[in-house]
C-alpha cells in the first residue's frame, strides 16, 4: 500500500459547543463542509484548537466516533490522540484507527517535561503500536519537550510516521529537516511570530498546519500550496502572505483557540462558548477581529455574518461534497 501523503492546507478545527457546553456535532458538521469546500487538504480534530485537554475521554471518543462519519471527499481526518502516558495515547490512536481515522497527530505529552530520549522512545513505541499514519507536533512552547532535528529523523525513519509540524522559531532545523529528505511531509505552525511560514514553504516546505482556515480556509489553501513549478507559486504565496497577515495575527494574539473561537462565534459561525477555564476575547479585541473580516473582504466571500449575535445565530450550511 502507498504511503499517505498530505500536502496542502492542513487545518487545526475547533470543537463547537451548544449552550448547554456539549458537543455541537451539527457544527462540527458545517465547519468540515467549510473545509471540504475550499480546498483544505486535512483536518486535524481534537488538537490544542480543539481544546482537547479540556474534553473528557468519552467527549473524545464520541468525537472520533461521530466526526469521521462525516467524511465524504478527499480531505483527510487526522485526530490528536496524545494522553498523559504511552499507554493511554496506544489506546486512543487504537480506537481512532478502529473508527476509520485517516491518522493520528502526536505531540509529547503536556507538564511531565520528558527528555528527549524518552520522548524519542514514546514517539516509537507508538507508531510500532498500530498501523495508522501519525504526524509528530514538535511545540515546545505548549509540552515544553523539544527534538532537535537529528531525533526527528531517526523517528521518521519509522515507516508509520507521514507528517511533520515544526513550531519552534528554528529556520535551521526546518531546513535541516527538508534537506535530508525525509518520506514525510514537512509542515510549520502558521503563526507569524515563530517566522517559519515563508522560509518553511521556500525551502520545499509540503504546505502549512494551520488554525487562521478556520476562518479563512481557501486563502490558507492557497498560501500552503508546495512551490513544485516555477515563480507563479511563489508570487501568488506572497501576495496571499502579506494580505492575510493581518488575520494570521490576530488569530495568534491569545493562546489558541481563544481568538479564533472568538471570532468564529462572533461571526455566527458554529464555535460556542469556550471550556473554562479558558474565556472568549473581550469586546474590543473581537471588534478588532471584525474589522480584519470585513477589511479582507472575508465576509462576503464565505457568507460571514459580521452582525451575528448569540440571540439568533447565522449559521452557514453547506453540504459535505
Not at 56 to 71: G, Y
Not at 137 to 144: G, I, L, S
Request: charged share 20%; net charge neutral.
Amino acid at each position: 500500500m502507498a504511503k499517505l501523503r498530505v500536502e496542502g492546507s492542513f487545518v487545526a478545527v475547533i470543537t463547537p459547543f451548544n449552550r448547554d457546553g456539549t458537543v455541537d456535532f451539527e457544527g462540527f458538521r458545517t465547519n468540515l463542509a467549510l473545509q471540504e469546500e475550499h480546498g483544505t487538504a486535512a483536518v486535524l480534530i481534537l488538537g490544542s484548537t480543539g481544546e482537547v485537554s479540556l474534553l473528557s475521554r468519552e467527549e473524545r471518543h464520541d468525537i472520533i466516533r461521530k466526526t469521521v462519519m462525516m467524511r465524504r471527499g478527499a480531505m483527510k481526518f487526522f485526530y490528536g490522540c496524545t494522553a498523559n502516558n504511552t499507554a493511554e495515547t496506544i489506546a486512543m490512536v487504537k480506537f481512532a484507527a478502529k473508527e476509520g481515522a485517516d491518522g493520528a497527530i502526536l505531540a509529547a505529552p503536556s507538564y511531565i517535561a520528558a527528555g528527549e530520549a524518552d520522548i524519542e522512545r514514546y514517539f516509537l513505541d507508538i507508531a510500532d503500536a498500530t498501523d495508522l499514519p501519525l504526524g509528530v507536533y514538535n511545540n515546545p512552547p505548549r509540552v515544553k519537550t523539544d527534538l532537535p532535528a537529528d531525533a526527528l529523523l531517526r523517528i521518521f525513519q519509522h515507516p508509520n510516521f507521514v507528517v511533520h509540524k515544526e513550531s519552534t522559531t528554528r529556520v535551521a532545523q526546518v531546513a535541516q529537516l527538508l534537506a535530508a529528505r525525509p518520506d514525510v511531509s514537512v509542515m510549520c505552525c502558521d503563526s507569524p511570530n515563530l517566522g517559519l511560514v515563508v522560509p518553511t514553504m521556500a525551502l520545499g516546505g509540503h504546505g502549512t498546519a494551520n488554525m487562521t482556515g478556520n476562518l479563512a480556509p481557501a486563502e490558507m489553501a492557497l498560501m500552503s500550496k508546495p512551490w513544485t513549478t516555477t515563480g507563479a507559486e511563489a508570487k501568488s504565496f506572497r501576495e496571499t502572505y502579506l494580505r492575510l497577515l493581518p488575520l494570521l495575527h490576530f488569530t495568534y494574539s491569545a493562546v489558541n483557540p481563544v481568538a479564533v473561537k472568538s471570532l468564529m462565534r462572533a461571526l455566527g459561525l458554529p464555535a460556542g462558548d469556550l471550556r473554562r477555564p479558558l474565556t472568549g476575547l473581550d469586546e474590543r479585541a473581537v471588534a478588532a477581529g471584525l474589522d480584519i473580516i470585513a477589511r479582507l473582504g472575508l465576509d462576503a466571500r464565505y457568507g460571514y455574518n459580521i452582525h451575528a449575535n448569540d440571540a439568533a445565530p447565522h449559521r452557514r450550511i453547506v453540504e459535505l461534497r
